[in-house]
């Protein structure tokens, strides 16, 4: 993705939260050394978009907060702003239901005596 974009908006970085896990190559930069690496190339301000997946916004989200205030300790005259998760929007909460509704009738009415009455 930063390859695509790095031409539009040179300042960009993708950093990841690892969760205990050995860190592989595409789980490199962590959040805070993304973060650091523009601060340290004169970033003023840093704008995190968390992608979230469709069932752990809420954990996202914390996770993402936890990562700003450990850069914010470190770099308190840097403006740090956190938007909503991607598929908080309207259009993929859409299409998640639009993909799921089918199933869920499809269980309704194949179960007979099932989870569903």
């Given amino acids: 993705m930063r390859s695509q974009l790095v031409n539009h908006y040179p300042l960009m970085s993708i950093g990841w939260i690892n969760h205990e896990t ?3 190559k595409w789980t490199e930069p962590t959040l805070e050394q993304a973060a650091k690496n523009l ?3 004169g970033a003023k301000a840093i ?3 968390p992608i979230g ?3 752990d916004n809420y954990e996202t989200i914390l996770d993402v907060e936890e990562a700003i ?5 470190k770099y308190p005259d840097v403006t740090y702003i956190r938007l909503n998760c991607a598929n908080d929007h309207p259009d993929f909460l859409k299409m998640a ?3 799921a509704n089918p199933e869920i009738e499809c269980l309704k009415v194949n179960s007979r005596g099932g989870f569903y009455r």
């Fill in 39 to 41: 601060i340290e190339l």
């Fill in 47 to 49: 704008i995190f978009k």
């Fill in 69 to 73: 205030e450990s850069v914010r300790d």
């Fill in 53 to 55: 997946w469709a069932t």
């Fill in 22 to 24: 050995p860190f592989l």
């Fill in 97 to 99: 239901a639009d993909w």
